[in-house]
């Protein structure tokens, strides 16, 4: 398998750090993300809003239609109808468009990184998994980010102690007068 160069380095620390922040943030809004769902989907059927009628920050019950257990589960059966009766900012709803959204940003740096460490499909398809598995951005971005530093860390040495040992080898093969200058 192709390795990186040394000459894209710079590059590699800077789509890690951009890959970690993406990964931090897409994490949260995860967790964010199943919160809401918990409480919209689950015998709770309500939605967080933001002002409106209710408040500042309040909770409106969701109103459930024509739903059976199993309209969820069965193809082509019809999906219950959920009613909102909150008023004001939906910050539910806004909670599922910022992680949808941000989760391309978020595969922008998985991509970036993986293409210039040159790691396998398999690896981005882990690293895209973060962002739709709770937890797993977390535990991705700290593996990822241990492994590209001690790669970057050990290439560097073997790099400067090759560096090293070239030096060495011209100044033993030099000339007495070719080494006093």
Request: aromatic share 14%; with cysteine.
């Amino acid at each position: 398998m192709a390795q990186p160069k040394l000459a894209s380095f710079p590059k590699i620390r800077g789509a890690l750090r951009f890959y970690q922040i993406c990964s931090i943030i897409t994490g949260v809004g995860l967790l964010l993300l199943v919160a809401e769902m918990v409480l919209k989907y689950t015998p709770l059927h309500v939605e967080l809003f933001l002002g409106g009628s209710g408040g500042f920050l309040w909770f409106a019950d969701v109103i459930v239609q024509d739903c059976q257990w199993y309209s969820q589960f069965v193809p082509g059966s019809t999906a219950c109808e959920m009613i909102s009766t909150g008023d004001g900012v939906n910050l539910s709803l806004g909670i599922l468009i910022v992680h949808g959204w941000f989760y391309v940003v978020y595969l922008f740096a998985c991509f970036r990184l993986w293409s210039l460490m040159r790691w396998g499909f398999g690896r981005f398809l882990m690293l895209a998994g973060g962002g739709i598995v709770p937890f797993l951005s977390f535990v991705m971005e700290g593996i990822v980010a241990r492994d590209v530093k001690r790669y970057l860390a050990e290439r560097e040495a073997k790099a400067a102690a090759k560096r090293a040992a070239s030096t060495e080898g011209a100044l033993a093969s030099a000339t007495p007068e070719e080494a006093g200058r």
